[in-house]
Nanobody, 128 residues
Framework: QVQLVESGGGLVQAGGSLRLSCAASGRTFNSDAMGWFRQVSGKEREFVAAISRNGGTTRYAASVKGRFTISRDNAKNTVYLQMNSLKPEDTAVYYC?????????????????????WGQGTQVTVSS
């Protein structure tokens, strides 16, 4: 069983930055690939970024590539999402998720169905 707790959301002006954190417990953290997803009310949850177990492979949605950076600190059991040059369209609830099925330390998935455990979400609001 994995517990995931996100933090760092809030209100920011367009062009600003936020860093989201997700603290994990319940499993050996470096056994799991990690991802960030986001959801706007009334819309489907969408992929934002993912990072492999060993941190060596990352993937981003086209809409955030070049602005967001995912990273992990396996010693602290934490995954981060650094969000720069924020836009109003980045407004959403952001969810951290764990993919426990990755056998290889370097593979990741952008498919929502690959992720077994989810945090409660943190609201990010970007004002124009």
């Amino acid at each position: 069983q994995v517990q995931l707790v996100e933090s760092g959301g809030g209100l920011v002006q367009a062009g600003g930055s936020l860093r989201l954190s997700c603290a994990a417990s319940g499993r050996t953290f470096n056994s799991d690939a990690m991802g960030w997803f986001r959801q706007v009310s009334g819309k489907e949850r969408e992929f934002v970024a993912a990072i492999s177990r060993n941190g060596g492979t990352t993937r981003y949605a086209a809409s955030v590539k070049g602005r967001f950076t995912i990273s992990r600190d396996n010693a602290k059991n934490t995954v981060y999402l650094q969000m720069n040059s924020l836009k109003p369209e980045d407004t959403a609830v952001y969810y951290c998720a764990a993919d426990t099925s990755r056998i290889s330390g370097s593979t990741i998935s952008s498919w929502l169905g690959s992720y077994d455990y989810w945090g409660q979400g943190t609201q990010v609001t970007v004002s124009s």
